[in-house]
């Protein structure tokens, strides 16, 4: 299994919902990433963890909160967002994060925020 | 700090044309280069990466060589095909943040006509 796997692929939720979304990898990946991308831009790290530890935040607001369940899940819980956080939400692993073979990429999940 | 530049386009070139998208960075160490593509719709997928001076990455066609003395890491094809319209990332990652993050270039959208 080679893949990164992302659900849903497709969300929109209002203001007020709370969601989450999933990614899992069976690549006996140690790192994984959430990334968010916005129209025509390159993407922009959100989250790093490695070992299932959070070890990167950019400042994100405490309104995403990521979890790493295990080795192999990432989710990213999302709750009272705002219209601008419409993007395509990526997750991503590595071996380690060194990140010498690059990363594995999921398909992403496209968020609309009504 | 690190920082990769690449042409902006949009790039369009007809069936079985030439294509190059050229790609420079800036970068302390000795960075890891890589080439991502995004299709429509679609995560970013690992094209090729190169990971020393001189070094050649290719698949699919493509090729890019790493050129420590012009900073540089142009992606060519010989004969572009209509699949191959998408975004192209060039992107860097062991540079003054080791370990920490890609760095991505702002991304080329190709569109390849019939």
């Known amino acids: 299994d080679t893949e990164v796997t992302q659900t849903p692929k497709h969300l929109v939720m209002g203001m007020t919902n709370k969601k989450s979304l999933k990614c899992e990898q069976h690549?006996?990946?140690?790192?994984m990433y959430w990334y968010k991308q916005k129209a025509k831009k390159p993407p922009e790290l959100m989250f790093v963890?490695?070992?299932?530890?959070?070890?990167i935040n950019e400042s994100v607001p405490s309104r995403f909160s990521p979890e790493c369940p295990n080795s192999s899940l990432l989710n990213l819980h999302l709750h009272a967002l705002q219209p601008e956080d419409s993007a395509l939400y990526l997750c991503?692993?590595?071996?380690?994060?060194?990140?010498?073979?690059?990363?594995?990429f999921g398909s992403g999940t496209r968020l609309t925020v009504v | 700090g690190d920082s990769v530049t690449q042409m902006e386009g949009p790039v369009t070139l007809s069936e079985e044309a030439f294509l190059t998208i050229n790609c420079t960075y800036t970068?302390?160490?000795?960075?890891?280069l890589f080439w991502y593509v995004q299709y429509p719709g679609e995560g970013l997928q690992l094209l090729l990466k190169?990971?020393?001076?001189?070094d050649k990455g290719s698949n699919k066609g493509f090729e890019a060589t790493y050129r420590k003395e012009t900073t540089s890491f142009h992606l060519e094809k010989g004969s572009v095909q209509v699949s191959d319209s998408a975004v192209y990332f060039c992107?860097?990652?062991?540079?003054?943040?080791?370990?920490?993050?890609?760095?991505f270039g702002p991304g080329t959208r190709l569109s390849v006509l019939p």
């Open positions: 690549m006996g990946h140690r790192a």
């Open positions: 970068a302390t160490g000795y960075p890891s």
């Open positions: 963890y490695s070992y299932e530890k959070l070890s």
């Open positions: 991503a692993s590595s071996q380690d994060i060194q990140l010498t073979y690059g990363y594995t």
């Open positions: 992107a860097l990652t062991g540079g003054e943040n080791y370990g920490q993050n890609f760095v």
């Open positions: 190169a990971t020393k001076a001189d």
